[in-house]
């Protein structure tokens, strides 16, 4: 069994070293590609890309992160690992990041993950149980509302996503309680039955919606860790995403 993690990644020059350290650690023992796709950074992260990830691969290895915020593998527990380095010429959105990134799995199972240090890939321990042992699930998504650490931030977030799920679920007759959610992981099945052109953050209700009205693929959702940003520590999703989003539930319904 191999693990595909897709990163779609703009403007993450900062944390995406130790990001793909904490990638890298999770879940030692399983096999991982992990695809990393600039969606035409400007900050450097795209020179960090060309510089770091090139032909980066080897086997029982982790990530060590120098003194500039350059990495290499190094001995350590995980299993094999290897990275993909993509790019756009120009920005698509984080959508049109994650299509590239799904085309170019070769995976059993795929998670989808930030760029950023939000999201906590330990968190995908049980994720992946439900799918791969327990063999109960074809599609996991991640929870920031069930009670494990949450940094205390925007109410009108809280408001927009509890409305936007709550909509969701009317909809579709789900029982999802967060919809936005970056983590979702999903079976290479679930993955070939995709059929995603939302370029923007209108991804995660396109996804939603395919998993939905397919009717056929097992669904749980549990509680993970979320360590959010604020706006002047880099976060990009805004008020105009949550409007569109409004539009989005109805246009995938019917489409």
């Known amino acids: 069994m191999k693990l595909s993690v897709v990163i779609p990644a703009f403007n993450e020059r900062a944390t995406i070293a130790e990001c793909l350290e904490r990638v890298v650690s999770a879940l030692p023992g399983i096999p991982k590609e992990i695809i990393v796709i600039d969606d035409c950074s400007r900050d450097g992260t795209r020179e960090w890309m060309q510089k770091n990830l090139d032909k980066l691969a080897g086997t029982d290895c982790a990530v060590a992160i120098d003194g500039e915020g350059n990495i290499k593998l190094v001995p350590g527990s995980a299993a094999s690992v290897e990275f993909r380095a993509l790019f756009h010429p120009e920005n698509r959105g984080k959508g049109g990041a994650l299509q590239t990134g799904l085309r170019a799995v ?4 795929v ?3 930030d760029a950023d240090l939000e999201y906590d890939p330990n968190d995908w321990e049980t994720m992946l149980d439900l799918i791969v042992r327990r063999r109960v699930a074809d599609v996991v998504y991640g929870s920031r509302f069930y009670g494990r650490p949450h940094r205390a931030l925007y109410f009108h977030h809280y408001l927009a996503n509890r409305l936007i799920s709550f909509l969701f679920n009317a ?3 789900q029982t999802l309680s967060d919809i936005e959610v970056c983590y979702k992981m999903f079976t290479r099945a679930v993955l070939d039955s995709l059929d995603i ?3 923007d953050f209108g991804f995660e209700i396109q996804f939603s919606a395919q998993i939905a009205r397919a009717r056929r693929w097992r669904i749980y959702e549990l509680g993970i860790s979320y360590y959010g940003r604020t706006y002047l520590e880099g976060k990009k999703i805004n008020w105009r995403d ?6 989005y539930l109805l ?3 019917f489409e």
Do not use: E, F, P, S
């Open 171 to 173: 909809m579709y007759d």
């Open 197 to 199: 052109t939302a370029n």
């Open 111 to 113: 998670i989808i993950q």
């Open 106 to 109: 070769t995976g059993d199972v």
């Open 251 to 253: 246009k995938y319904r």
């Open 242 to 247: 949550g409007v569109k989003a409004l539009w």
